[in-house]
């Protein structure tokens, strides 16, 4: 993993308080006595990748705001010591509420993080309790103020559509509430129902607890109407954004800007190589073992459109071009003039990208526009 050209920086925390019962993450309950040989372990890597210039660094997991006090101010000593971070960085935290406290907030905010992600998924305590997190509507918002006492002026909100109970009415109470605090950036995501998780096996036995496809389609039409009214402009699929605070580090990920991963199942991105990390914990803090796999001209021409057109900005018939030459530009933007017609893409010169409609289905325009 050799590279000095300024990139990404993601760290993964596999730990959480419990685990919710519709997630299928690389997360762990239950060993906190792990913390601090995964921070040594953590450590151990970044010395080894150290030397790049960062420009964006995303704290994610799990349950990152689990960790100790202590653990931040260790990991960004270690982190400014081996990478020179810009000064503008965008430093994310994922927080769940439930893990915050006020200390924490301040570690936080003295060692550099600048931007928070708060996961809140709903604002009824019934739907909080079905999804199995530990908190509550009241537990959210205090973490909301602690992060803003401590100075964090950049808040994300992660909601979450189709939950079982879920209503268009409750949702929307959840999007007002979440409205009223004014944060910075909203996400906002769709339940998926994966294997080995309790939902699935819910799923099975009472599928009527789970809102149908037509109520998750409206719930999403809802959530993109109301939030431009509310000011916030959709740039990606599932985020909106206040004027300037779309996310640094997931644009670059869309836009396939190299970005090296650091911590157990954290994948890289560089010269085109992926590299994955492995997902086993007792191994990973041993000694850090990967595996890597070359990307062929297919892959990459297939993420830059998959992970392009999630984005409101779409993809150009000139980037194509200018990238992979015009046999294959052409040939894409030719596919694309049918959904258009369809409504489910729109085009403003030689830049296409899907419409709210098109969101819905893009999983399936997706795959038929794999080459
Ligand atoms: S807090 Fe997040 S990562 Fe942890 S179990 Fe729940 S959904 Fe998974």
């Given at each position: 993993m050799k590279n000095k050209q300024a990139m990404e920086l993601y760290i993964h925390i596999p730990f959480c308080k419990k685990k919710c019962n519709y997630c299928d993450f690389l997360s762990f309950s239950g060993k906190e006595y792990r913390?601090?040989?995964?921070?040594?372990?953590?450590?151990?890597?970044?010395?080894?990748?150290g030397g790049h210039t960062v420009s964006?660094?995303?704290?994610?997991?799990?349950?990152?705001?689990?960790?100790?006090?202590?653990?931040?101010?260790?990991?960004?000593?270690?982190?400014?010591e081996n990478f020179f971070l810009q000064p503008d960085a965008e430093v994310t935290i994922e927080a769940n509420p439930?893990?915050?406290?006020?200390?924490?907030?301040?570690?936080?905010?003295?060692?550099?993080?600048?931007?928070?992600?708060?996961?809140?998924?709903?604002?009824?305590?019934?739907?909080?309790?079905?999804?199995?997190?530990?908190?509550t509507y009241t537990d959210f918002l205090k973490s909301f103020e602690i992060a803003r006492k401590a100075g964090i002026a950049n808040i994300n909100v992660d909601l979450m559509m189709g939950i079982p109970g879920q209503t268009e009415e409750s949702f929307k109470t959840t999007l007002s509430r979440v409205a009223l605090l004014h944060p910075e950036h909203i996400s906002a995501?769709?339940?998926?129902?994966?294997?080995?998780?309790?939902?699935?096996?819910?799923?099975?036995?009472q599928p009527e607890r789970f809102p149908n496809e037509e109520v998750v389609g409206n719930l999403y039409e809802m959530t993109v109407a109301f939030l431009a009214k509310k000011g916030y402009e959709?740039?990606?699929?599932?985020?909106?954004?206040?004027?300037?605070?779309?996310?640094?580090?997931?644009?670059?990920?869309?836009?396939?800007?190299?970005?090296?991963?650091?911590?157990?199942?954290?994948?890289?991105?560089?010269?085109?190589?992926?590299?994955?990390?492995?997902?086993?914990?007792a191994e990973y803090l041993k000694?850090?073992?990967?595996?890597s796999e070359?990307?062929?001209?297919?892959?990459?021409?297939?993420?830059?459109?998959?992970?392009?057109?999630?984005?409101?900005?779409g993809i150009s018939y000139s980037d194509l071009k200018e990238e992979f030459g015009e046999g294959f530009a052409g040939?894409?933007?030719?596919?694309?003039?049918?959904?258009?017609?369809?409504?489910?893409?729109?085009?403003?010169?030689?830049r296409f990208y899907f419409t709210t409609k098109g969101y819905l289905v893009s999983n399936t325009i997706l795959s038929e526009l794999m080459e």
């Open positions: 913390y601090w040989d995964y921070l040594e372990a953590l450590m151990r890597d970044i010395r080894r990748y964006t660094i995303y704290i994610g997991g799990g349950t990152p705001s689990a960790m100790p006090i202590g653990f931040y101010d260790k990991l960004f000593g270690c982190i400014r439930g893990t915050l406290t006020a200390a924490k907030a301040v570690e936080y905010k003295r060692v550099g993080i600048n931007r928070m992600s708060l996961g809140l998924q709903s604002t009824v305590d019934e739907e909080l309790q079905t999804l199995g997190r530990i908190h995501y769709m339940l998926m129902v994966e294997d080995g998780t309790p939902f699935q096996e819910l799923y099975r036995t959709q740039y990606e699929i599932s985020n909106f954004s206040r004027g300037g605070y779309a996310c640094k580090h997931n644009i670059g990920y869309w836009r396939r800007i190299p970005y090296l991963g650091i911590g157990l199942g954290a994948s890289s991105l560089i010269d085109d190589t992926r590299y994955r990390v492995t997902t086993d914990l000694e850090l073992s990967y595996e070359k990307l062929t001209m297919t892959d990459i021409k297939n993420e830059t459109i998959i992970l392009g057109l999630r984005l409101k900005e040939r894409t933007i030719a596919r694309l003039g049918k959904y258009v017609e369809e409504g489910f893409m729109e085009h403003d010169y030689d």
